[in-house]
């Protein structure tokens, strides 16, 4: 059993300026009785990965619906690896086809959360998957 909350960034990267899934996402994880930070709109992968690690969470998750989703998650890995901090775990959601969750896959994206997904589904998740504080 953790012996913490489960700590959880929520980010919208990009130039995506619809953010009410994010939202939703965020207040279902805090509502669960995780602790979520949520970034705001328009944010670059630094500025992420920079709030991700000084604020210690133990998962990101980003909200894409720009179809720019391959190009942001490859981004944010290789970022959070060249920061020393790939042991957070990285989930998304949004408008992703399912060709390519498979490839976020490999790429290190741990879940991919489509339209219509249940909230419970993503707390869930988290609380099986988050790395123990």
Do not use: C, W
């Not at 901090?85 to 976020?104: H, K, S």
């Amino acid at each position: 059993m953790r012996g913490t909350k489960i700590r959880v960034l929520i980010a919208k990267p990009g130039l995506d300026g619809h953010d009410r899934g994010a939202k939703i996402v965020a207040r279902a994880l805090r509502d669960a009785g995780m602790e979520v930070i949520y970034t705001g709109l328009r944010q670059t992968v630094d500025q992420i990965v920079s709030a991700a690690i000084q604020e210690d969470v133990d998962a990101i998750g980003l909200s894409i619906l720009s179809g720019a989703h391959m190009h942001l998650f490859e981004q944010l890995l290789k970022v959070l690896e060249s920061q020393g901090a790939d042991d957070i775990l990285i989930f998304g959601g949004g408008i992703i086809p399912d060709e390519d969750i498979p490839l976020l896959r490999e790429l290190g994206v741990s879940a991919v959360f489509q339209p219509g997904t249940h909230t419970h589904e993503i707390v869930e998740f988290l609380k099986k998957n988050a790395p123990d504080s």
